[in-house]
């Protein structure tokens, strides 16, 4: 579904993403993992159109290289942020019509907001500021929001940040549920190894830009030089 060749970023003399390869298929759920400033978010930037770079990206086949942010949206991108945006002064329900209007172009759709609503569980809190969502709540609504323009593909940078166990749990779960009943594929980027290993597919490890070693997560979890330049940090930072 989405293949990156060869893919270079540098910003000035800073190589940010370095001649990265990687193939992500329909339907699977893909990991990405690698330590602070490793290029992570950087590649999602590149993915949605918000700077140029060196290599291919392929979507369905197509080169998407050069294409605007809101045209990849159309194409059936989405994404969301290391910190949850959100726009306080909207409803909940508000919020996810936003997203259903500025979608794949098909326009607003009311039943599909309703679907939404129960599918995120927020029957209750449909008529709230969104501002008043706990951090989990937030989470998920900016997930929800991704969701209501149709998305393909949905890239989710680092969700499960400041959260507790039981809430890593619940958005685990919620994961899985917009790939299996949704039928989106998702990329995810995640320091919590327990999460990659029981959620993805296939996993990529990049530091300084560049691919150290991807495939089977419990292969990769294992390779040697993924648990010397990167796993101890994640490890130690878990505790
Ligand atoms: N717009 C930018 N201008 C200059 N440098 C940037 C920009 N965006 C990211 N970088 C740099 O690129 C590197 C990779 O950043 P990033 O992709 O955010 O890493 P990660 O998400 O893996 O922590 C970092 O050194 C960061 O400072
Ligand atoms: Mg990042």
Redesign the pocket.
Known sequence: MLEAIHLTKK??E?V??NDLSFKVDENQIFGIA??????????Y?LITGF?PFDGKLLFNGKNIAGKKPHQIAKMGIARTF?VPRTFPSLTVEEALSVGSRFGDGNGFDSEYVDFLLHFLNFEEERSCNTGALDLLGKKKLMMGAALATRPKLLML?EPMAGSNAHEIQELMDFIRRINEEMGVTIII?EHFMKVLTELTETLLI?ES?AKIASGDPEDVTNDKQVVECYLGDAYASDN
Not at 34 to 43: C, F, I, L, R
């Open positions: 910003f000035g800073l940010a993403v690698g330590p602070n400033g490793a290029g992570k978010s950087t590649v930037n700077y290391q940078d980027i990049i830009g």
